[in-house]
């Protein structure tokens, strides 16, 4: 189905040249292989074999064929010019397209993907995302700590590997019933 999006839906729509399509086949196994902290939007267009205004257009026709989440933050022209996470749009494309996929960009893609639907989500600096301009929330393990979210009464982890959540900690699955 990934191909099939690249190849037939994204090329015939938005009319990408045929001989360009390795480029965005190349960016979903980065977006894979990636943790999240670690994207350099001029290491991936360099990666890539791209200019960052061409990558910029790929990445926006990427977004709008549901294979990659764009995930904005900051505010101003940042907000607008460079995104400060991409994500997979399903973490299910994880087992796609990669042996053994990040599971800080797997944890973060399943959030992300279940929350978008009927919420704002955006990065945020002193967690991973805020949701609604309200909630932030850091996204990671059972050992995951508050410490990034110390001081904000609106702050939260959503961990994985943990069935009942306590305080401020809610199990990562639950988030799966927001859909």
Known sequence: MISLTIDADLCGIFNIDPSKLDKLKKVMYML??????????????????TSWPTLSKYLERMDAGSLIHI???????????????????????FNVLCASGDIGSIRESFFV????????????????FIVNDKYVFEIGGSSKKKFQLEGNPNGYIAADDI????????????FGFMY
């Open 32 to 49: 894979c292989s990636t943790s999240p902290y670690e994207l350099n939007v001029s290491k991936l267009s360099g990666a890539v074999g």
């Open 71 to 93: 995930v904005r933050g900051g505010s101003g022209m940042r907000a607008v010019n460079k995104p400060d996470k991409l994500l997979l749009d399903n973490p299910n494309m």
């Open 113 to 128: 993907s279940q929350l978008t639907m009927s919420n704002q989500i955006h990065y945020h600096d002193k967690g991973d």
């Open 163 to 174: 069935e009942i959540g306590y305080e401020h900690k809610i199990p990562l699955w639950l």
